[in-house]
């Protein structure tokens, strides 16, 4: 009964490579929107709001800010990982359907926000909650997603007009896939290796590791 | 084929005054946490630990933390709005089977973490979407999740022994539970109400709302 679930969240990967720029039906987007703004959320703020980006110029424009942050990463790293790097596709803005833009508005639900008071970034865990949703329902209705997050967000904020105060969580790649790739891509092209669940399991104190 | 996905995403609740302390199996607690494990990352740091407190003395002490943050809280509060509060429970960390605590590292995978040099919180947001997987699987397996987020950090860190430099992200009380209400327990209780979708959608620009 619980099959379908984890086959999604085991199946889910981080697209760049694969979007086919097929249509996505509106019902289709409708349920994956839906599946977000039913996350779990402080105070029950909801304090998400999506930007549904189709526009060729807007992702252009973006698309164009990505490689440039690219360029500014890639001249931080030394030969061998330079090297990994510049086989990696860090983005599928243009292949992609559309994009989700997800943003942040901290006064949301204030000013007494039940369950803020003391950790001020509750919020920002809320809107997380929410694309990860996303990400399992898109996955679930056979797209792929792809979080691109090689950008400055007061680009991201200049670009869609995004209010001073409200802040861009995630810019998220949207649309069919020839396929999802059984491994991510970072450790298919040598990037980094997914460490055992047991190595980051600790019983009652950190350290204390399991037998 | 997708139902039961759907149906896990709508039906999750964050759950306060249902646990039953009914045991938990080994395999369920294993198939939840690998699939809190099998979230996307940014560049694949995996940043999140997960330490599963079950000690009752470690669970107590966090209680009465939770209790004074509890009372912070509701001295920040008018009249009306304290009434509403004082009849919400707002956790299950006692009565619940165990408690999972979820931290993030940002050293992990560093120093140049692929995806994370123009947004520090990236590591945090991954952490972020380790919790929603958690919460999802947890809700497949007939479990209830609370997340409890009235704490400061540095209490946690002193209580299981977190180093510093490693940062609290959730306080999860997880187990068996009698039954996940339909509506949430703040909108139950009078203290907000859920927005439709509608008002958090946007075409391309920030304000340019569907028809």
């Known amino acids: ?12 990967r981080d697209v ?3 979007f086919t720029g097929e249509p996505v039906p509106d019902e289709v987007l409708h349920r994956v ?3 977000a703004h039913a996350a779990p959320s402080v105070g029950l703020s909801q304090p998400w709001d ?4 189709r526009d060729v ?11 440039h942050e690219r360029a500014t990463f890639a001249a931080t ?12 596709k860090i983005d599928g803005v ?36 929410a694309i990860q949703n996303l990400w399992l329902a898109a996955t679930a209705e056979r797209l792929g997603v792809g979080w691109v997050s090689f950008y400055r967000e007061p680009f991201v904020q200049d670009l869609l007009g995004i209010p001073t105060g409200i802040r861009p969580v995630a810019w998220l790649c949207l649309g069919p896939v020839t396929h999802l790739e059984e491994t991510p891509d970072l450790e ?11 190595a980051v399991l600790h019983h009652d104190r950190w350290g204390a590791h399991p037998a």
Chains 1, 2 share one sequence.
């Open 1 to 12: 009964m619980n099959n379908q679930l984890y086959d999604v969240i085991h199946r889910r």
């Open 16 to 18: 760049r490579g694969q």
């Open 33 to 35: 929107l839906s599946a």
């Open 50 to 53: 999506f930007l549904v980006v």
């Open 57 to 67: 110029r807007l992702r252009g424009a973006f698309h164009d800010h990505v490689q």
């Open 77 to 88: 790293l030394d030969g061998e990982a330079a090297q990994r790097f510049a086989r990696i």
């Open 94 to 129: 243009l292949e992609s359907t559309l994009s989700v833009v997800v943003t942040y508005d901290a006064d949301r639900g204030g000013p007494a926000v039940l369950g803020r008071h003391a950790i001020a970034d509750a919020g920002l865990y809320s809107v997380c909650l």
């Open 188 to 198: 298919r092209h040598g990037w980094r290796r997914r460490r055992p669940l047991a």
